[in-house]
């Protein structure tokens, strides 16, 4: 949803409120290490186009969805959103945004140090434990194992 | 490689060898549930453009390797090709490949019987403790979870 939709008072349509809402810890942890680029865009849009939850939203329209949240964060503030996400999901569902983070900070293989904190203030907003986090990591780490 | 090119006795190029031992129990996955769609194909090369250990394969070369491998899975049996990459891959490899065919047997949020069954015998090959399978199972779950099946969670089965 745009800024300008948002003054207008527009509401995302009811079948983009869930996947919105686990799109938002992805855009906001990579916002924390600087704005985010096209090829993080284009990656976070494949990570999706792999999970059910968006099996019914075009790759034109994900792709859209992610500029429009890159847009929100800006305005109003990553804490704020992650909030709204959190308050939105189910703890099942939180667990699978979490995992969205994950797997795109650990596209390169590696977790800068901005994004280390911009993960465990994640892990906390979604109300994530130790063991579930652990887990998640130790998957995504394998997943992103190189071949030497 | 095709079959043709086995018959010839050629190898895959050496910066394909464990691409395709990390690719084989994906596409043998893939073929529990019959012959795979054109759709499925083109999500496991998706797939693998996220690996590193992809990451200097072309994307039409990914898809070209998954129907190779295809072809060596019917031509030579699923348990033959999955015991070779085994044998090619260290356990952490191992480990990586089974998150894929995982990966590929839940794309669309579900796990048919048949692709659990096949998951089970390539835990097996593959030489993974119930443990870390199940760990495997629990995140791809997760990753792969719907917005309207909030229960599909598989922790506590091993």
């Given at each position: 949803m745009s800024f300008l939709r948002k003054l207008a008072g527009a509401t995302p349509p009811a079948d983009e409120e869930i996947p919105r809402a686990v799109l938002t810890p992805s855009v906001s942890a990579i916002m924390a290490d600087g704005d985010m680029q096209s090829p993080e865009v284009r990656m976070l849009s494949n990570i999706c186009a792999f999970s059910p939850i968006f099996h019914h939203i075009e790759p034109e329209r994900l792709a859209e969805i992610v500029r429009e949240l890159i847009a929100e964060v800006m305005d109003r503030g990553g804490a704020t959103m992650l909030a709204e996400a959190a308050a939105k999901l189910d703890h099942g569902l939180r667990e699978t945004a979490f995992c969205f983070v994950v797997r795109l900070i650990m596209a390169d293989g590696k977790i800068g140090e901005h994004e280390k904190e911009a993960l465990k203030k994640i892990e906390e907003v979604l109300g994530l434990d130790s063991g579930e986090v652990a887990q998640i990591y130790t998957v995504i780490a394998m997943m992103q194992r190189p071949a030497h | 490689m095709s079959f043709l090119d086995r018959l010839r006795g050629h190898q895959p190029p050496a910066d394909e060898i464990v691409p395709r031992a990390i690719m084989a129990p994906a596409v043998s996955a893939m073929l529990a549930d019959g012959v795979p769609a054109a759709e499925e194909i083109s999500q496991l090369s998706n797939l693998c453009l996220f690996s590193p250990i992809f990451a200097h394969l072309a994307p039409e070369r990914l898809a070209e390797m998954v129907r190779e491998i295809q072809s060596e899975i019917v031509d030579r049996g699923g348990r033959t090709v999955l015991e070779e990459a085994a044998a090619t891959l260290p356990p952490a490899l191992r480990e990586t490949a089974f998150c894929f065919a995982v990966r590929i047997a839940m794309a669309d949020g579900t796990i048919p019987a048949n692709e659990e069954k096949a998951l089970e015998v390539i835990a097996g090959i593959l030489g993974l403790s119930g443990v870390t399978a199940t760990t495997i199972y629990t995140v791809i779950a997760m990753l792969q979870r719907?917005?309207?099946?909030?229960?599909m969670d598989l922790r506590g089965r091993d």
């Open positions: - | 719907p917005a309207d099946f909030p229960d």
